[in-house]
T-cell receptor, first 116, second 112 residues
Framework: RKEVEQDPGPFNVPEGATVAFNCTYSNSASQSFFWYRQDCRKEPKLLMSVYSSGNEDGRFTAQLNRASQYISLLIRDSKLSDSATYLCVVNLPANAGGTSYGKLTFGQGTILTVHP | DAGITQSPRHKVTETGTPVTLRCHQTENHRYMYWYRQDPGHGLRLIHYSYGVKDTDKGEVSDGYSVSRSKTEDFLLTLESATSSQTSVYFC???????????FGPGTRLTVT
């Protein structure tokens, strides 16, 4: 089983649509969670961190369910500029003792295309 | 902008030649990372550093070595490049205890 799994898509949605991405992680000791976006031939960029209580940043809402080991990202009122690959990212402990040097594990990404 | 640069940005080299990629940061962050990104595999950690002269292996470290002699520079070396090391290489830094990472613009390496 992969440590971080995402539906690769692609998701093709019209402008203005609401779209949701899901992600599951396998290690219950995971400590921090993030969504990154990556445009074609560019570096990944942090979109938002994901907090236990859920958090919102404008049109983007992230949710974390630790019991189910599940993370989600909701994008409302999609824009053409939202077209990108969205990466689910989890901070896993570096060793059995749970000490971490901030090593992240990336899902393979979900491709989103927003069309006019 | 996290103040990270990578050089070179593009390189074509022949099998068996040594290659060194450089990552430079301007903000004095302790943690630095090297990843490679390939279709079907996503981003995979090669090596990371948690201070000057302190480095450790990631999940795909075979064939790679790193050095960090000063805080701002983290070098990735392919001692004898192979075609399987054709990839896009990203450097990243971590700012703090929440562990979010910020990436450089990447180096596109082709080994022929």
């Amino acid at each position: 089983r992969k440590e971080v799994e995402q539906d690769p898509g692609p998701f093709n949605v019209p402008e203005g649509a609401t779209v949701a991405f899901n992600c599951t992680y396998s290690n219950s000791a995971s400590q921090s969670f993030f969504w990154y976006r990556q445009d074609c031939r560019k570096e990944p960029k942090l979109l938002m961190s994901v907090y236990s209580s859920g958090n919102e940043d404008g049109r983007f809402t992230a949710q974390l369910n630790r019991a189910s080991q599940y993370i989600s990202l909701l994008i409302r009122d999609s824009k053409l500029s939202d077209s990108a690959t969205y990466l689910c990212v989890v901070n896993l402990p570096a060793n059995a003792g749970g000490t971490s040097y901030g090593k992240l594990t990336f899902g393979q990404g979900t491709i989103l295309t927003v069309h006019p | 902008d996290a103040g990270i640069t990578q050089s070179p940005r593009h390189k074509v080299t022949e099998t068996g030649t040594p290659v060194t990629l450089r990552c430079h940061q301007t903000e004095n962050h302790r943690y630095m990372y090297w990843y490679r990104q390939d279709p079907g595999h996503g981003l995979r950690l090669i090596h990371y550093s948690y201070g000057v002269k302190d480095t450790d292996k990631g999940e795909v470290s075979d064939g790679y070595s790193v050095s960090r002699s000063k805080t701002e520079d983290f070098l990735l070396t392919l001692e004898s490049a192979t075609s399987s090391q054709t990839s896009v290489y990203f450097c990243a830094i971590s700012r703090g205890v929440s562990y979010e990472q910020y990436f450089g613009p990447g180096t596109r390496l082709t080994v022929t």
